[in-house]
């Protein structure tokens, strides 16, 4: 069987929620393998019946706690729960270091998915594949998902594009209410959690918090709601608990994509695709491989990409590929998925 239709199975086998097919499944589209698109186009009409739940915040908040903490609380009221622990990035790898699932072992033992996924450098602290992870999850059947951000701190909104709540976890004594103050994680709120409530500060941080809540009142949105919490005990957690299922009935339906969303995650896709097909499948590696051989040791980047990005050399590319793509209908697909016209890309380069 081939790469290209590995996923079949494995999306049948996600789909009566056997963990392997979902690991593989994941695994698969994560890794980017021949036919991730097509497996991604036939779990996406599958979405939409799971809650979803972002935790995020800055580092050393307690936020893996607090996951652990909800993950258990929800599986305990009959909800089928998986959890996607996004961590850094290994700079040898690419892959997760699996901080998360260290720090979570209990969450496995008690039947509770636990997936780690990384973060592949993506500033908003959410890449693609966490996004396509949490769709092959919803279309699994699990109830709720609660993502765990790797805490990057106010750049890591990306999270609000994929959770139909976001947490974010504070704690006294890091500075977390002058955080909370700049726009990105002020906007994105829908629940402040107070964590670590018993140590010095924490009802000054509260008060804090709920007086930025107040001057916040004129953001086209819902106030987003205050709780205090000490995971490490599970104080105020079933709070927490009651306070999201109430937003988020299991089964409450899709999650409200704005335009702008959709069209961002559009235009990502999109970008991939034409990576990969330009410096892939066209030669264009190759032909930057011999641009640095004839250059030495001595280099300008700025020249050779300004070089690379003309669409003259463009052109040249498509005009003269050793495999012999001037003048055929369609350019090699990507990954062995649906070719693109070669006859417009010509045109339309013949006009720039």
Known sequence: ??????????????????????????????DRRAGWRDAMRAVFPLT????????????GAGKSTLTGCLATAFAGRGRKVAVVAVDPSSPFTGGAVLGDRIRMPALVEAGIYMRSIASRGALGGLSQSTRDAVRILDASGFDFILIETVGVGQDEIDIIRTAQQTVVVCAPGQGD????????????????VVNKADRDGADKLMADLESMVSMGEHLQRVAPTL?????????????????????????????????????????????TAWHELLWDEL?????????????????????VAAELANIDVLRRILQTHPNGYHGRSALPSVNGETSVGTGKLLARSAKL
């Open 227 to 271: 709780v205090s919490t000490v995971a490490t005990s599970g104080k105020g957690v079933a709070d927490l608990v009651r306070l999201l299922e109430e937003r988020l009935p299991a089964g409450a339906g899709d999650r409200d994509q704005s335009g702008a969303t959709v069209e961002a995650e559009i235009i990502a896709l999109t970008e």
């Open 177 to 192: 209410s002058v955080q909370a103050a700049k726009a990105g994680l002020m906007e994105i709120a829908d629940v402040f």
């Open 48 to 59: 939409g019946r799971a809650a979803v739940v972002g935790i995020t915040g800055s580092p």
């Open 283 to 303: 030669g264009l590696r190759a032909h930057l491989a011999r641009r640095l051989q004839k250059a030495g040791n001595r280099v300008d980047p700025y020249a």
């Open 1 to 30: 069987m081939g790469d290209s239709n590995q996923w079949q199975p494995l999306l049948e086998g996600a789909l009566r929620r056997e963990q392997f097919a979902v690991a593989r499944l994941i695994s698969f589209v994560e």
